[in-house]
């Protein structure tokens, strides 16, 4: 009896034994799925990082053509020079700044100031020209956005409130992150935006331009009165123009008189370099 008794006893602890490594295991088991990622959660989470990688504009992604810029035509409008030697006129993609040599609409609000800004951040810059969906307008000239410093010039120019954002099929490739750069520059009515009713979907108000003008020449005669040769400068800008610059003559928005170039520079402005 005593010895069937042991045996018994023996078997019972044994039996126990075995359950408990088979809970042990089971839940060892359960929670390295717990902590393991599923098959679709694996794939969100790379999906996610794809995603932001196509979304960054890095100057390291472009596929482009090296050029030089060696002349600006205006704030939208430059020539340059390929590494074969040939000369070429580059139309920036998806911008369009204020008129300065349109033979009818002749000088727009913030024409001078879109041209004087171009003119000092590409001339005699090493560029990168990258294409769209066309290579060249009707009037062949090449469709491009420059890159320069790692930066997106065209949409530096909208930005700035120098450009509106002008979209003409199929060159529509940064036509989003545009947008949303315009809308920042709307929203803190920066250049083009500081004039009320300027900026149209096809282009500028011709008739706000004129009271600018009359205004400005009303301006203008008051100062005559005061001081010969007068200095015009910018607000926006902080460009000056003397009475012999090339733009001295053109019409532009927030102008601010002065008598000398001294006074002019003492206020924080500089000269223009046209």
């Keep these: 009896m005593n010895r069937l008794q042991k045996t018994l006893g023996f078997l019972l602890i044994l039996i126990l034994a075995v359950l408990s490594g088979c809970g042990t295991e089971t839940s060892e088991s359960n929670e390295k799925k717990a902590t393991q990622p599923t098959e679709e959660e694996t794939n969100v989470s790379q999906s996610g990082d794809e995603n932001e990688v196509e ?54 609000p913030f024409g001078p100031e879109a041209s004087d800004y171009t003119t000092e951040h590409l001339t005699n810059q090493e560029v ?91 301006e203008s005669a008051e100062l005559n009165e005061r001081c010969e040769n007068k200095i015009k400068g910018n607000k926006n800008s902080k460009i000056y123009h003397v009475p012999t610059g090339a733009h001295y003559d053109q019409k532009m928005n927030n102008v601010q008189w002065f008598c000398t170039e001294e006074e002019a520079e003492e206020a924080g402005y500089r000269q223009s370099k046209n």
């Design 128 to 218: 990168t020209l990258e294409f769209d969906a066309e290579e060249r307008d009707r009037y062949g000239r090449l469709l491009a956005y420059i890159w320069v410093d790692s930066k997106l010039f065209n949409e530096e120019l909208v930005a700035k409130g120098l450009a509106r954002v002008a979209v003409f099929p199929p060159n529509t490739k940064y036509v989003d992150e545009f947008r949303k750069t315009q809308d920042q520059a709307r929203k803190n009515k920066l250049g083009i935006w500081s004039i009320e009713n300027y900026v149209e979907e096809k282009g500028y108000n011709s008739e706000v331009a004129r009271g600018i003008k009359e205004k400005e020449e009303d």
């Design 55 to 108: 979304s960054s504009l890095k100057r390291e992604d472009v596929i482009g053509v090296a050029a030089k810029v060696t002349r600006v035509v205006d704030g939208d409008t430059v020539k340059v020079e390929l590494l074969n030697g040939k000369e070429e006129t580059v139309r920036l993609i998806l911008v369009d700044t204020p008129e300065t040599k349109h033979p009818q609409l002749k000088v727009q």
